[in-house]
């Protein structure tokens, strides 16, 4: 990974301040490591793991449709 790609999303989302940058490496790290490279087709997580990643929203989607297919009740679960 490149400082130059790094700073170019970090720049994209929080232009402005750039004091704030540090609270936002995780997410931009995060979001070059998941987004595919056209050269070669795959993700850089795909490269190191040899599998896709699997997005935080993704996994609480997949969550709560099994939660509503088992019948669970989310509002005492969250308690």
């Not at 790094?6 to 301040?17: M, P, Y």
Request: glycine letters at 2%.
């Amino acid at each position: 990974m490149t400082n130059i790609a790094l700073e170019g999303i970090l720049t994209k989302v929080d232009s402005n301040n750039r004091k704030y940058w540090e609270d936002r490496l995780v997410e931009a790290t995060s979001t070059y490591n998941t987004t595919s490279k056209t050269t070669i087709g795959f993700t850089p997580y795909e490269l190191v793991y040899a599998k896709e990643a699997l997005i935080s929203i993704e996994f609480e989607y997949n969550t709560l449709r099994m939660a509503a297919q088992l019948e669970l009740d989310l509002i005492s679960a969250q308690k």
